[in-house]
C-alpha cells in the first residue's frame, strides 16, 4: 500500500500546483476586488450602487461551474477567448468578489459613525480614514466569514477540471478510474484536509494579530 501511495505522488503533487496556484491567486485578487464592490455597493449614487448589486445578485445567484463553463465556452461564441487557466482564475475571482464584497460590506457597515467622526475630527480625509482607521476595524470583524469562504475556495478549485486543468481531484480520479481503487482519492482528501487545516491556523493567527482592537 505504502509503494503504491508513494508511486501516486508524482501524479497528484502536480495536481496540486495547479489547485494551490488556483487557490493564491484568486484570494490575492478576490480579497480587494471585494473591497472596492462593497465600496461600490455602499456607494451614495443610486445607479452605481444598483449596479453592484446586479453585479452581487447575478455572481451569487448562479453556480460557480456555470461561470466556468459561461466564460470559457459562451464568451468564444462572441469573439472573447482565453485559455483555460484565465478562464478559470476569472471565473473564480468574479465569483468569490461577490461574496468577499458582501463580507465586507458588512464589515463596513458595522463600524460606528463615531470612528468616522474622529477621524474627521483628527483631520483625516476620506480615503486616509478608511485605509488607516476604519479598515483595520473591518478586516478584524471579517475574518471569521472569509475564513469560510477561503475553505469553501479549496474545495472549489477541483471545479477548473471543466475547463479541461489538471488539478488535484482530477489526478485522483485518473488514478482511481486506471487503478479501480479508492485509494487515489483517499489520498486526495488528505491533501485537501491539509490544505483547509493550514488555512484555518494561518487565519487564526491572523486573527490573534488583530486581537488589539476588541
Known amino acids: ?11 497528484m503533487l502536480e495536481g496540486l500546483k495547479m489547485t494551490i496556484s488556483v ?44 461561470q466556468l463553463v459561461f466564460i470559457f465556452f459562451g464568451l ?20 468569490y468578489g461577490a461574496y ?17 467622526e474622529a477621524a474627521k475630527v483628527l483631520g483625516f480625509g476620506p480615503t486616509k480614514a478608511f485605509i488607516r482607521i476604519i479598515l483595520p476595524q473591518v478586516i478584524k470583524r471579517v475574518i471569521p466569514p472569509i475564513t469560510n469562504e477561503v475553505i469553501s475556495l479549496v ?8 475547463v479541461g486543468l489538471g488539478e488535484l ?10 487503478d479501480a481503487s479508492l485509494v487515489p482519492l483517499a489520498v486526495a482528501a ?8 493550514l488555512m484555518t491556523e494561518g487565519f487564526k493567527r491572523y486573527e490573534k494579530k488583530y486581537a488589539y482592537f476588541e
Do not use: C, H
Request: proline share 3%; no cysteine.
Open 1 to 11: 500500500m505504502l509503494s503504491y501511495i508513494l508511486n501516486l505522488l508524482p501524479s
Open 23 to 66: 487557490f493564491i491567486l484568486t484570494l490575492a485578487l478576490s480579497l480587494p476586488f471585494g473591497i472596492l464592490i462593497a465600496l461600490g455597493r455602499l456607494s451614495g449614487n443610486k445607479l452605481i450602487s444598483s449596479i453592484f448589486q446586479l453585479y452581487i445578485w447575478v455572481m451569487r445567484g448562479t453556480p460557480l461551474m456555470l
Open 76 to 95: 468564444p461564441v462572441v469573439g472573447i477567448t482565453f485559455d483555460r487557466f484565465d478562464s478559470a482564475l476569472l471565473a473564480f475571482v468574479l465569483n
Open 100 to 116: 468577499m464584497g458582501e463580507i465586507f460590506r458588512a464589515g463596513i457597515q458595522s463600524i460606528e459613525k463615531g470612528q468616522y
Open 155 to 162: 474545495k472549489d478549485t477541483s471545479l477548473v477540471y471543466i
Open 169 to 178: 481531484l482530477r489526478a485522483g480520479k485518473i488514478a482511481s478510474n486506471r
Open 190 to 197: 488528505g491533501f485537501y484536509l491539509i490544505l483547509t487545516a
